[in-house]
């Protein structure tokens, strides 16, 4: 398969030079299960859209630290492109940013989380099942750097997952959108440093809750095989 993959991180910090960037992070992340699969990646964030995107079997909207609420161009852009594609049937999975995308686009709603930034490694509870999580374990681990949620699921949307500091961690529609409030692309190193760097944002005492929550393991191969099972049953249509 051939993925578009809608970069929306907006970070250009001296931290964010020295890491790959979210095209390369998710790549790695559907490669994990599907070896043989390409993606292009678009910055829609700098106004860089594509043109045709009958082209590709899918896209892929990553997460960023700006806030889908933020009313710039390119994100009122990027939720006009999400209708267009849900009207379409195109395969979307949205993470992070785009995963509220998503829901804000389509009727739902967002706001922010009552204790703040949620940061580290989470543990998800699944309360349904699409024929794609088959793979999935009952409770998963995925990292988290968030601190706005998806507050009303859109008309029509199923909520997958929740946690305790996220009532939708996680929700579909129909066969064609697959989401998470987390970050399935974040490797064990990367979320590490991501916390070290946002120590002082997050405050003494989530910083060491953070680093004490990475040592469990996220279901990273699990949730990137989930990933490529929902792209391949949307195209089997």
Request: glycine share 8%; hydrophobic share 40%.
């Given at each position: ?9 907006t ?20 490669q ?32 960023s ?18 209708r ?6 195109m ?83 129909g066969?064609?959108?697959?989401t ?52 391949e049953?949307a195209?089997?249509?």
């Open positions: 398969m051939h993925l578009a993959i809608l970069m929306t991180n970070d250009e910090s001296d931290f964010a030079q020295q890491h790959p960037k979210d095209g390369e992070k998710f790549t790695d992340l559907i994990l299960s599907r070896p043989d699969w390409t993606t292009e990646v678009f910055s829609v964030k700098d106004g860089v859209f594509p043109d045709d995107l009958s082209r590709f079997d899918g896209v892929i909207i990553t997460g630290p700006a806030s889908v609420r933020n009313d710039a161009g390119w994100t009122r852009r990027l939720l006009d492109l999400i267009t594609l849900h009207g379409q049937e395969p979307i999975f949205g993470a992070c940013f785009g995963h509220q995308a998503i829901a804000l686009a389509l009727g739902g709603a967002l706001d922010d989380n009552p204790e703040g930034w949620v940061h580290g490694l989470t543990p998800n509870e699944i309360i349904a099942r699409e024929s794609w999580m088959g793979c999935l374990p009952d409770r998963i681990h995925l990292c988290a750097s968030h601190k706005e949620q998806v507050s009303a699921l859109p008309e029509g949307a199923r909520n997958l997952m929740v946690s305790t500091q996220c009532m939708t961690s996680g929700f579909a529609i066969r064609h959108i697959y998470t409030q987390h970050h399935p692309e974040m490797s064990a190193g990367f979320i590490a440093a991501l916390t070290e760097d946002m120590a002082p944002i997050l405050g003494a005492e989530l910083a060491e809750r953070a680093r004490s929550s990475l040592t469990h393991m996220a279901n990273q191969r699990d949730y990137a095989l989930s990933i490529a099972e929902f792209f049953q195209r089997s249509v």
